[in-house]
């Protein structure tokens, strides 16, 4: 078979639309037998149905249903569409397979498009593969460009539609102009990035940025792993690692550095931010010698030491506890007195047949590593929860919260959640950060909308049920679970969209840009954490073999914010403006 191969040029010859200084387009080969046009099964249906994942943007949900408005209008006949996930795969089912989907003609696909160059980031295929006519780039942009060129080549007519056969296979190249950057005399392609495992998103959005600018423009992906995994000879190695090189660097304050240790690249910041800032600046310099038509090259001695001053559109600190004191400080941390099904002393029927009381924060201890520890107790048949809150003491809209945690034990139920400050359930966004459901190897997050009259909207179903779940796999240890050790959670929020990860890296992202009542994510929250045992309603169920002690352990709590979106902390001494129905605010705790 005879791969046609699209050049730069020709593509804009032949679609005449841009990317990257380019376009495309190319007709491909007619050898081989030709592809059906009308159903054998029912002659009133087009041979070929349009399949794509439930996980595709707008942008190519919208070209899937032109793809099938053109193909109808060319045959008159009916255009099938569907998800990969709705219809079971079998012998004689045609598909037209936009996007990566889970059948294996598009893996086989992928495999020919990866090893036809290293660079293929900004390439795509078209390839007949059997039943199947897959259309597959990596790249978002370019999986777009690839089905417009395909409805323009191949769907607009009877003849244009003629041209396919079961031996066709294009392949875009897309021109990159290659840098050999290095570092210490190696190239850059050669490194992997390496990363505290309890990475915060703070820096990881950084070093994603990093990986995306250098795969997006050079055509490789620098590999990213965390610090158990075995030391190799070319590292970028990010933040305090237990590796040679990072140990023999330090750095204080709001000061970050970049400096070459036996071949390897260090970046160290005296704190979060400034660490961020350090990986940012990696890629700033960069850039800059690409602008310049040069490489960046580190050489063996290099070493760069800048302070960090958040920009305009940058983070700051704001808010946060390192949990570092003998007692809880309740300037921050109180009983939640909002609902009176979980404020402190609320009682209801346990699981084994006797009560379950909320002690709220007497539930909580403060240990000697810089933790709070907010814990659930059983006593035979009755269960005491822990929990604490910044109800009524700090509330804030848009931002970064980070939250560095262990879970407890199984069946111990931990939950992170922002709720709707001041605002009653008249209008409210409940966040859920992280609800374990008792599981100690997975969680779900959720968004969850309320309003009087028992008006409730959450993310539990559609397309989102699944998106939202998080499971643990280590990629070390199999049997590790979320209670073995500490891992960061984190929730992403601005006037545009809701993300939340796990160790630095997005599993969950929501588009409030253009959805209904969008109002009401733009009021401000307050944070609660909880630990209490499963119920028969509520994740997995305790029972009389259940340990008489679960622990939620908090290492801390941190809250960053920018200044060019309209941002709120609000805190005691400005609370005042929050007191909608003339409500005292009192910091009540046990």
């Not at 070093?207 to 050079?218: F, G, H, T, W």
């Amino acid at each position: 078979m005879k791969t046609v191969k699209i050049t730069a040029v020709l593509l804009a010859l032949i679609l005449c639309f841009s990317l990257i200084g380019c376009s495309g387009g190319e007709t491909g080969g007619t050898s081989g037998r030709k592809l059906a046009e009308v159903s054998s099964e029912n002659d009133k249906y087009f041979a070929y149905r349009v399949i794509r994942t439930r996980e595709v943007s707008d942008e190519i949900n919208d070209l899937a249903k032109e793809m099938r408005k053109t193909l109808k209008a060319s045959f008159d006949l009916i255009v099938q569409m569907s998800y990969d996930t709705t219809i079971e795969d079998y012998d004689g089912n045609y598909e037209i397979l936009i996007g990566n989907t889970n059948r294996i003609e598009t893996e086989k696909a992928k495999e020919i498009l990866e090893k036809n160059r290293p660079n293929h980031f900004l390439d795509f295929i078209i390839k007949v593969e059997g039943e199947k006519i897959c259309i597959y780039s990596q790249n978002e942009a370019m999986l777009q460009k690839a089905v417009e060129y395909f409805i323009k080549n191949y769907c607009s007519s009877k003849e244009a539609w003629s041209k396919l056969s079961s031996e066709t296979e294009i392949i875009y190249e897309a021109p990159l102009k290659y840098y050999n950057h290095t570092i210490a005399g190696v190239s850059l392609k050669d490194f992997t990035i390496v990363t505290p495992r309890d990475m915060e998103y703070i820096y990881g959005k950084e070093i994603e940025a990093l990986v995306d600018y250098i795969v997006s423009y050079q055509g490789y992906t620098l590999p990213v792993t965390d610090q158990r995994a075995e030391a190799s000879a070319n590292e970028i190695l990010i933040g305090d690692l237990d590796r040679e090189e990072s140990l023999s660097v330090s750095v204080t304050g709001e000061n970050y550095i970049l400096k070459t240790v036996n071949g390897k690249l260090v970046i160290k910041g005296g704190n979060s931010l400034a660490l961020g800032a350090g990986v940012a600046r990696l890629l700033a310099l960069i850039k800059e010698k690409e602008n310049n038509e040069e490489a960046l090259i580190l050489p063996d001695d290099y070493e760069l030491t800048e302070s960090f001053s958040p920009a305009a559109d940058g983070y700051s600190y704001v808010w946060g506890d390192e949990f570092n004191g003998k007692t809880l400080n309740h300037d921050w941390w109180v009983d939640y007195n909002n609902q009176a099904s979980t404020m402190y002393g609320a009682k209801s029927s346990s699981i084994l047949g006797g009560e379950v009381t909320q002690l709220a924060t007497q539930n909580t201890e403060m240990s000697s590593d810089g933790c709070v520890t907010v814990f659930a107790t059983r006593d035979g048949e009755n269960f005491y929860s822990g929990q604490i809150t910044t109800y009524d003491t700090m509330l804030y809209k848009y931002g970064i919260l980070e939250i560095r945690a262990k879970l407890p034990e199984e069946p111990g139920c931990a939950a992170f959640w922002l709720n709707g400050a001041g605002l009653g359930y008249g209008c409210m966004t409940e966040y859920d950060i992280l609800e374990n459901f008792g599981s100690a190897t997975s969680f779900a997050a959720n968004i969850h909308k309320w309003a009087d009259n028992s008006y409730h909207t959450s993310l539990d179903g559609g397309d989102y049920k699944n998106a939202k779940q998080f499971k643990f796999e280590d990629a070390v240890n199999s049997d590790e679970t979320l209670s073995d050790d500490f891992h960061v959670y984190t929730m992403f929020w601005d006037d545009r969209a809701i993300k939340f990860a796990f160790d630095g890296k997005v599993f969950f992202e929501y588009d409030i840009d253009n959805i209904d009542a969008v109002d009401c994510h733009r009021f401000a929250d307050y944070l609660i954490m909880t630990c209490s045992y499963g119920a028969a309603n509520y994740g997995k169920a305790a029972t009389n073999e259940s340990p008489e002690r679960v622990e939620l352990k908090v290492d801390y709590v941190r809250l960053y914010q920018r200044s060019d979106i309209p941002s709120q902390l609000q805190t005691p001494e400005n609370m005042d403006k929050y007191n909608y129905n003339g409500r005292e605010y009192n910091r009540t705790y046990h």
